[in-house]
């Protein structure tokens, strides 16, 4: 098995997530490290603290999408892994969560772990669940939610995000690598629904916990950077998977919840984030996808 995470900037964290790695009973894996061009010292720690790690070293910021691939790339060409684990550097894993993750899996079933808030058990992360294509977002707000009885049963979900997931690695050769022009955000719910079309499947093993830091690397909605690129591809994912009227639909709603979060962003004097909102939106009209130009 290939765990694979990828790095930008990280040195903050790593000490953490590598610490917990190191903690792990599955006798059988590999990290690999997909670095994008960090100038903080985080391949050399990863170095340090593993030294069996195998380091792709980009040496400039492919995204999360550009990393991933080219690090999965090289994981295919050495033929050697049945499985490749995408797992955020900004992740806590448990000692025992790979086990029940293999143990569920098969050649035609992705599986994601339970995945809590840092620091907060009991308290779910929107790391897996149904998505409303109609609106672009989850059916069922699952971020900041306490966990129920049906959270405690291994479960089908429509998708699950790449904090976290544990995919076949033949799935790749018949779904495809990521989709680069998401660059980041987004491009994990595009993966999913291309391989339930295909055929496999995306489950939830809640045996298997992490807890995930949400938002330590890139800043997600409280960030220009994760306004930027969550406004231009929520289209773009809705456009690529559905037909001109169910897509019309979500624009409508789209577009009428960003203007009512800009305004509540500029009453708080966050310009910062409407004006990446705003280009966003702009970008993904103009078809300008891949990294911000």
Known sequence: MAILTVTTNAAAHLPAYLAALQRVTYPAWELWVA?????????????????????????????????CNRAVAEILAEGRAEYVLFLND??????????????????????????????????????AGEFDWWRGTWKRRVLGRPEG??????????????????????????VGLL????????????FCRRARRAGYRVFVEPRSVVYHRKGATLGGQASAFGCYYLARNRPYLVRKHRGRLQFGVFLGYYLATRAVRMAAWAA????????ATAAGMRDFALGRMGPRR
């Open 90 to 127: 900004d992740t806590e894993v448990t000692p025992g969560f790979l086990e029940p993750l293999a143990a569920l899996a098969d050649r035609r079933t992705l599986v994601a772990p339970k995945t809590y808030l840092a620091g907060q058990p009991g308290v779910l992360d929107d790391a």
């Open 35 to 67: 670095d994008n061009g960090s100038s903080d010292g985080s391949a050399e720690l990863v170095r340090q603290a593993m030294p069996a790690a195998r380091v792709v070293e980009n040496g400039a910021n492919l995204g999360f999408t550009g990393a």
């Open 149 to 174: 009885p049906g959270d405690q049963y291994p479960h089908a979900v429509d998708t699950a995000n790449l904090s976290c997931l544990l995919v076949p690695a033949a799935a790749f050769c018949e």
């Open 179 to 190: 989709d680069d022009a998401f660059f980041v955000y987004y491009d994990d719910t595009d």
């Open 268 to 275: 708080a004097g966050r310009f910062d984030l409407v004006q």
